[in-house]
């Protein structure tokens, strides 16, 4: 068999569930595709144009981080402040803060310098072993603003090897042109912002914040309905600050991912589970904000909902672009295994974009990405605080 690249003397965690690390494994590449990834004693013959010695390196699969707000214009760090000297997130919010505030620096900014503001958060995720990318709109709040911020998002997949995936998060907050009419925003995001997206092709998934602040479940659900006639599948910002029963609404919708998940509940967690439905977790936000109500990750675990993590990089509440140390805080935050944390950027979070058939593990037919490790063993990438133990990425074999 012909193979474009074979990397050797590799240990590998391949993140198939149920699978155990392979101790002297080799995985080969063709035409950006896994051929083969398992132990050196099973593998076949190959013709390979280029062979890597891994020196015994720890291979998996390159990291997905499946919830971010990469693309935005400012920050808010007056805002973090304002809440060290008490304030709470939902005070900021209903005073113009919040999301309102980002809001008025991206629509003031360009095309060019959202992608220009975006690329150094970007590259360092890259630095840090990420092939695949989730990232949001939902900061423009105007047909023409979150149009501009899904190109935006969408070049920096051309100016760097890496996967991304865009989700249109229209129903994020109530413009100020809206105040007392959320209704008539909804019409505004149902009627011309989701077919636009759609007719443009920019949007792979629709996003809602289901929230006291953000909107109610059954304004979320039109958004849902009006995603689905458009073919996009949809997840949910849900139980963050409260329990409206978002999770419940993304279950029955079938959605992706329900994400924050603070406030989840029983009946949410089952939902959940019949959906397969996976729950992401957003340990940078819980710390940032100092939260103190845990996501109920013993019902999740007993129920068997996929877990994911993710940097929820957004410049409010979780400006975050290392997303080692998210698995590090979902480790010592919220009491996940490594195990949960590693399937956690990989597999699982594969899963909450619906890339599980493409990417999350190291399997043939997959693509071939990538992330090559200096470390003893894998709980390095989720004890360590700060490191960057990344030796090599590969992206669709390069």
Aim: charged share 20%; with cysteine; proline share 5%.
């Amino acid at each position: 068999m012909h193979c474009d690249t074979v990397w050797r003397n590799a240990r590998l965690l391949t993140m198939i569930p149920g699978a155990s690390p392979i101790a002297d494994g080799l995985v080969a590449a063709r035409d950006g595709r896994i051929v083969f990834a398992g132990p050196a004693a099973d593998v076949p013959a190959f013709e390979s144009a280029q062979v890597v010695d891994c020196q015994r390196r720890w291979i998996t699969p390159a990291l997905i981080d499946a919830h971010t707000h990469l693309v935005h214009a400012g920050n808010r760090a007056r805002e973090f402040e304002l809440r060290l000297e008490g304030a709470s997130y939902e005070e900021i919010a209903r005073k113009g803060g919040g999301i309102l505030s980002t809001m008025r620096a991206t629509r003031a900014a360009s095309e060019e310098e959202l992608v220009a503001s975006a690329l150094p958060r970007l590259d360092a995720l890259l630095g840090e072993g990420v092939g695949t990318i989730e990232i949001k709109s939902g900061y423009g709040l105007d047909l023409a603003s979150e149009l501009k911020m899904l190109r935006a998002a969408r070049r920096l997949g051309d100016l760097r090897s890496v996967r991304v995936v865009t989700t249109f998060l229209g129903a994020h907050a109530l413009p100020p042109e809206f105040t007392g009419n959320p209704d008539g925003y909804i019409d505004l995001v149902c009627g011309e912002m989701i077919p636009a997206v759609a007719a443009e092709g920019l949007a792979d998934a629709v996003d809602g914040f289901c929230e006291g602040i953000g909107f109610s479940a059954a304004q979320i659900g039109r958004v849902f309905d009006a995603a689905k006639a458009h073919g996009l599948p949809v997840k949910l910002h849900a139980e963050q600050l409260s329990n409206l029963g978002g999770a419940t609404l993304a279950a029955r919708y079938g959605a992706l991912s329900a994400d924050h998940l603070e406030h989840l509940d029983e009946a949410g967690v089952a939902a959940m589970a019949s959906a397969g439905t996976v729950a992401m977790l957003l340990p940078g936000a819980y710390y940032f904000c100092r939260e103190a109500q845990l996501p109920p990750i013993v019902a999740l675990r007993a129920a068997g909902v996929p877990i994911a993590l993710a940097t929820d990089c957004n410049p409010g509440t979780s400006p975050l672009t290392s997303l080692l140390l998210a698995m590090n805080m979902g480790a010592t935050c919220f009491r996940l295994t490594v195990a949960e944390c590693l399937a956690g950027n990989t597999i699982n979070a594969a899963r909450a974009l619906g890339l599980e058939a493409e990417c999350g593990s190291l399997e043939a037919g997959k693509s071939c990405d990538l992330a090559i490790w200096d470390i003893e063993e894998p709980a390095e990438l989720v004890y360590r605080m700060g490191a960057r133990p990344l030796h090599a990425r590969i992206w669709r074999g390069i």
